[in-house]
């Protein structure tokens, strides 16, 4: 922790972004209050974010009076699953009627989202909330500080030396050092990670798919990396083989982190558990079986319910991710409660003639115990129905790889009940979708889903 940077960060918001600085003193505190505590905090805001929706956003009104469902229900926590879920669809189609037309334009700021479907979807979030409040307060689980050098892969970086420039003065002291995340050339990485050394960058945050690019080339050309304390992995789940792979190049922890475009920070990683703790004061998450029966400790859909979006509420909303909640609380200190980390997405998954849905976390684990063996993999489901399963095979080969193969292929035939003609192909290279490795795709996803 470099005392000057810090100095300056929390003096510049101290002065400068009270607002930020009032909201984050309450996260502090919150996130120790006592569980009951917690609870009432969310299910306060809860209640009062519904009453608003059903009051001023046309969409609810209607949807929730052909539901049956008015606010006034909501007398203790088990009548929240009266309320009605928000289908992807729903925001999709109905945008105009789910913003409130009431308030400032400037308050609302804009998310695209890619969608299974592949349109674009926009939503929108509140910018009277202040959502790096949430990663300054994880932060401290991870005893660093957002006044830290830090390195960013990112789609959008500054890229005219205006904008650098600007850039460089609004963050001043702390150093950011930036690499676009959509090309990411042999140069460039090495020019970043030259950066990353030279301007002693403490904490690194970028989509799984670009870290692992990144780790690769520092593995590859043996370089090093001494001042990182902390990478912190968004967008995509992290599966176990691509930690171990970071932890090894970076030589840091690896934090992981639940978001989504249309909440951007959700869950993050707790240093103490493999878990993450759900900003609950600021996002409330259920997840529920496919009747919609809300459920702890088991896997299901997960809901969410923005706290602090008021311009387009974001109610029970089904991001199309799986998760599990957990009743155990964390030996921490810190009281929010855990979610299991997510592994994949609903859209994730294969699909077979007869209607067999095959999950995408049960499919990544199949490469579990061979780890060793691959670099990577992407199972790919095509309109047919029939799977290739693309694979970039470790070097030098294993001996056995042959029968390795051979064994993965037979599981996933057994896992589609032999509906479905599998293939393995090797490949040099798996494309990603500009930073982010998507494991299974399915053209079958978007006539299934939404
Ligand atoms: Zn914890």
Not at 195 to 221: F, P
Not at 328 to 346: A, D, F, H, Q, S
Not at 367 to 386: L, R, T, V
Request: net charge positive.
């Amino acid at each position: 922790m470099n005392r000057f940077n810090d100095f300056v960060f929390w003096t510049k918001n101290t002065l400068f972004r009270q607002d930020a600085m009032k909201l984050y003193k309450q996260a502090l505190l919150s996130e120790k209050l006592p569980t009951e505590e917690l609870n009432k905090i969310n299910w306060e805001k809860r209640k009062k974010l519904i009453r608003f929706a059903y009051e001023r956003i046309p969409f609810y009104k209607e949807y929730y009076d052909d539901n049956h469902f008015h606010p006034d229900m909501l007398k203790k926590e088990d009548d929240w699953k009266l309320v009605p879920i928000l289908e992807k669809c729903y925001v999709r189609n109905r945008r105009g009627d789910l913003m409130d037309s009431k308030t400032r334009r400037s308050y609302f700021a804009e998310s695209t989202t890619g969608g299974s479907t592949g349109t674009p979807m926009k939503v929108f979030w509140d910018k009277r909330f202040k959502i790096e409040i949430t990663g300054w307060r994880a932060f401290r689980w991870w005893n660093i500080s957002p006044a830290d050098n830090v390195g960013i892969i990112h789609r959008r970086v500054p890229k005219v030396a205006w904008a650098k420039f600007k850039n460089r003065a609004m963050w001043w002291p702390t150093k950011r050092v930036y690499l676009n995340a959509v090309s990411m050339t042999e140069e460039e990485i090495e020019q970043f990670v030259k950066q990353i050394n030279d301007k002693k960058v403490v904490w690194l945050q970028g989509y799984v798919g670009a870290l692992e690019r990144i780790a690769d080339y520092i593995i590859k050309y043996e370089k090093k990396v001494t001042s990182l304390k902390l990478v912190w992995s968004t967008s995509a789940p992290l599966l176990m083989n691509v930690r171990v792979k970071l932890e090894q190049a970076f030589r840091c922890k690896i934090m992981n982190q639940y978001g989504s475009n249309e909440i951007s920070n959700i869950a993050q990683q707790c240093p103490n558990s493999p878990h993450l703790h759900i900003h609950y004061d600021y996002v409330h998450v259920d997840v529920v079986d496919s009747d919609g029966n809300i459920m702890i400790d088991k896997e299901g859909d997960i809901l969410v319910t923005n706290l602090t979006s008021y311009v387009f509420p974001l109610i029970k909303y089904r991001l199309g991710d799986r998760g599990c909640r957990l009743s155990e609380t964390c030996t921490c200190g810190c009281n929010l409660p855990l979610m299991k980390e997510v592994k994949g997405r609903i859209s994730d998954s294969i699909y077979t003639p007869d209607g067999l849905y095959v999950d995408g976390n049960y499919l990544n684990s199949v490469f579990d115990n061979y780890f060793q063996y691959f670099d990577q993999f992407q199972i790919y489901q095509k309109k047919d129905y029939n799977i290739v399963v693309y694979i970039k095979v470790k070097q030098p080969r294993a001996n056995n790889i042959d029968i390795v193969i051979e064994k993965i292929k037979c599981r996933l035939e057994n896992d589609v009940r032999h509906q479905i003609l599998i293939s393995m192909e090797e490949v040099d290279y798996i494309k990603d979708d500009k930073g982010k490795i998507r494991y299974i795709i399915s053209e079958l996803t978007p006539y299934i889903s939404n």
